[in-house]
């Protein structure tokens, strides 16, 4: 994550960290709460024996008047896995600061 706590999306997790003054005119939405599930997509019409796992992240954003928004997305494992990497990767920076 970056600086003042602004990671991805420009987000910030509410309640776990608050950017200082300064920075809060940079934030342009705010994460509120991130939901997830796995599925496993089984078929479609072009392929009868799919078998092919996904992750589905919802979250729900505030922007800067308030309004809330979900923003929703699927990853295929490898997807999720090179995003679990970043997570993993950003977590190490901040351990050092």
Known sequence: MATGC???LGLTMEGL?????????????????????????VSSDSCRSL???????????ADQSGQITNKS???????????????KEMAAVMETV
């Open 6 to 8: 602004q990671g991805f």
């Open 17 to 41: 960290c608050q950017p200082p003054q300064e920075a809060k005119s940079e934030v342009t939405n705010q994460l509120l709460d991130l939901q997830w599930k796995m599925g496993m997509a």
């Open 51 to 61: 078998k092919s796992p996904y992750v589905a992240v919802t979250l729900k954003v």
């Open 73 to 87: 997305f699927e990853m295929t494992i490898p997807q999720f896995q090179y995003f679990f990497k970043q997570f």
